[in-house]
Structures are given as C-alpha cells and as structure tokens.
C-alpha cells in the first residue's frame, strides 16, 4: 500500500528526476517512525518502569527525524514549501493518529485500516508532486485506484480471518464478507465507468481485482481452503497487487 503508488507514479512520469530518491526516504522515514514512536509513547502513559526497547527507540526516532530534515532541506531547496505543507501535515496527522490507535490496541479495526491504506496510498500524489513541482490529474485518478483495490482487499482478508472464527461458532455471514462483497461491486462499477470512457487497461485491472476478491470470498466458504496459511494467501494477494499495478500503469501511460 505504501510502496506500491509511488512506483506505478515514478513508472508513469516516464523519467527519472533525483527528487523522487529524495521524497522516497521521506515517506519510508515517515512511515518507519511510528513504530519507535509508538514506544515512546507506551512508555510515557502505560509502562511504570522504563523498558529496555525504550533507549532503541529513542536512538532511532532520532536518527529518522534527521533524515526526513535533511529531506525537507533538499525539497526546499528545489521545490515550493507550500505546495507539501498539506501532505506534510497529513503524514503528521496520520502518525499520530496511528500511535494513539495502537496504543489502545485498536490498530486492526477494518475502519482504521481502511483509512491507513487511503494515506498510504497518498504516496503516489507525493511522486507526483516532487517531480513536476504540482500534482498530475493523472496522480489523482492513480491514488483512487490504488485505494479503491487496498480497501477491497482489506476486507477481504478481515472475512477471511472471520470465516475462520465463524466456522467454530457456527455462524454462516459477518459484516466483513458483507463489506467485502459491496467493496467488490464498487470496484465493479467504477470499471464499468472506465469501459464506458474506453480506458480498456484500467477497465482489466478493475474487473481483474474484482474477480480474484470474488474467488477468494467464494473459497472461503469451504473449511479446507480456511486451513490455507496466511503467509501463501498474503503471497497470492502480492501477485493480484503486482498484476493490478501493472495494468494500471499502461492503462495511464
């Protein structure tokens, strides 16, 4: 989700520009950050004795904060400091938000994750804007797409892992599948508004997302395929995003 956009974004601005390097570490910087942060803060509210991640944690907020300094410097430097205050201040915000949701132990609610994957994806807006100095409609369109197939599919996995529960409880639906399921008839639709303004590529990569949520969301009506592990469910969900990219990227090339 993160990574993801800003390849497909690099791959489709058709040229290499140093400022991409530049923005890259940033975002991983941004995103690494929160992890250490999270233990800080766990320290700060929760833990009475400090522990021993905790100076790790330090050393390493540390360290990312210079870097993504040195980032804001080299941006600065080559392009307007306005046009990123409103992703800067979004990144902040999402940082922080992500900290206090973990640190009540909420980070795997659908809704939150859902909201993650729509900043995560953000990242292709970022390529985009540190290339050409302003956002390409095309970056745009790219974001929406890369969202619309991350939120898709974390339902998907969230009825999986329900279906798993459910098959001990005895109970047939949950609110995943069914969001899941209105999920798949929305990516189906906007192909359909794709394939009605003849972008046949990104018409693919839509009805492609679609039918491989829908196989999955079939399959996992049987008890056999629940027992599938998730490192090779993960691996096929992987192969559907590399898929999805690609034909994304030639469908706005």
Known sequence: MLLAPFFCAAAVLKRVYWVEGVI??????????????????????IWKQEHPETKAARRWVGVESILLSLCGLALLGTRNWRSFMLLSLGAVTFTVVAVMVNLRNRQRSEWFQVASAVALTSTSLAAGLSAQGAIPGWCWVLWLLCALQAAAGIFVVHARLDARIAVRKGVRETSSRRAALVCQVVLLAVGGFFAYNRRPWITAALLMAAAGYLFELRRQKKTASLQMPLTRVGIQALTLLVVYSLLIVIGLW
């Open 24 to 45: 890259l570490i940033a975002i991983v910087c941004a995103f690494a950050i929160k992890d250490p942060l999270l233990v800080l803060a766990r320290q700060l509210w």
